[in-house]
């Protein structure tokens, strides 16, 4: 079945760490992307990718870097996790002409 | 950019009653439009998908309207029960051809028995 999953589904990392956050999708879709979901804010573009090699940046692209090492795999970094970056993290991928996305389960991400 | 904006963000109704959540938005150029529902500690599942071209879709128990020349989009829980208690999110894509679902700032319906 054609899912997108995430790993890992929680993370604690103190001020300062770095932090790896997977994802891998089996849709072959060429569009993965980054959201994170705060409440108040629905969920928001971090980055996103058309394809292996390939990153755009998002909307709250600053303190993230991405990488999309195949069209399977696309990785969000945080290299100085902040408090602020507490959140909960989705990662989806499309296929951009029928506009269908799926959505992973999530990773919540615990900065102290 | 375009920017969608999403009321109420939270929504309390009884059993049976309707609920009704609408988004606008700013880009005439958005074509796609949906609506997702989360429930506490899940992703995000599709419930409708719309064209621009579609005003009134139907689904199981909710009506999705479309008003382009408002740039509004909204959803009406005709008559809700218990397990419609989730957030609801809008989203939309416009042509910038990057397929980036811009989503609304979510709604949190109760919905008591």
């Known amino acids: 079945e054609a899912a997108v999953t995430q790993s890992p589904r929680n993370k604690v990392t103190v001020t300062g760490g770095n932090v790896t956050l997977s994802c891998r999708q089996t849709?072959?879709?060429?569009?993965m992307y980054w959201y994170r979901q705060d409440t108040g804010h629905g969920l928001r573009l971090i980055h996103y990718?058309?394809?292996?090699?390939?990153?755009q940046i998002g909307d709250v692209p600053d303190g993230y870097k991405a990488t999309r090492t195949t069209q399977e795999d696309f990785f969000l970094l945080l290299e100085l996790a902040s408090p602020s970056q507490t959140s909960l993290y989705f990662c989806?991928?499309?296929?951009?002409?029928?506009?269908?996305?799926?959505f992973g389960s999530g990773t919540r991400l615990l900065v102290i | 950019g375009e920017q969608v904006e999403q009321r109420p963000p939270h929504l309390s109704v009884r059993e049976g009653d309707s609920a009704v959540i609408t988004c606008t938005y700013t880009d005439p150029n958005s074509y796609y439009f949906f609506w997702y529902k989360q429930e506490p500690g899940a992703s995000l599942q599709l419930l409708m998908k719309v064209f621009s071209s579609t005003e009134i879709n139907e689904g199981q128990g909710f009506t999705v309207l479309l008003n382009k020349k408002d740039k509004r989009l909204s959803l009406n829980l005709t008559a809700a029960h218990p397990g419609d208690s989730a957030a609801y999110f809008c989203a939309v894509i416009n042509q910038g051809g990057s397929a980036k679902l811009i989503f609304g700032e979510g709604t949190k319906l109760t919905v008591s028995s």
């Open positions: 989806a991928s499309s296929d951009a002409r029928n506009s269908d996305y799926t």
């Open positions: 990718s058309y394809g292996a090699g390939n990153l």
């Open positions: 849709n072959s879709h060429n569009y």
